[in-house]
């Protein structure tokens, strides 16, 4: 078995060149800060993000998704995020016994999830 020498590692720390910093990250304090502006993308992101923490990886179709957010928008405008946030944290991920995922979204399930949730907003 062979030791490691941790004083030698410290001189292969990589360093920043060229007198780069840091990105300054800016803490989000207010949660409706994070949702102010909705786009498809925001929206895409959370939903799917949420439907893998709840239910884990699943198959992805980039083109399909940018559909069907991009129409939830269009139909929802300000309400989108809203209903989406409602859908995984009030229902915790699921709807009539079965996990959202992204068809869920889609305007044929509008009348079975986004205006049902809708009304109750």
Known sequence: MELVDYDLLDDCVPTLVGGLSKPEIRP?????EMFSTV?????????VDQIVATTGPFPRNPQVESGIFKGFIARWGDKAMVIARHAFEVYGGYWNNAPIRVNRFAKNNDPYFAEVIAAKL
């Open 28 to 32: 989000i304090t207010n949660n409706e």
């Open 39 to 47: 786009d498809w993308v925001r929206l895409r992101n959370y939903v």
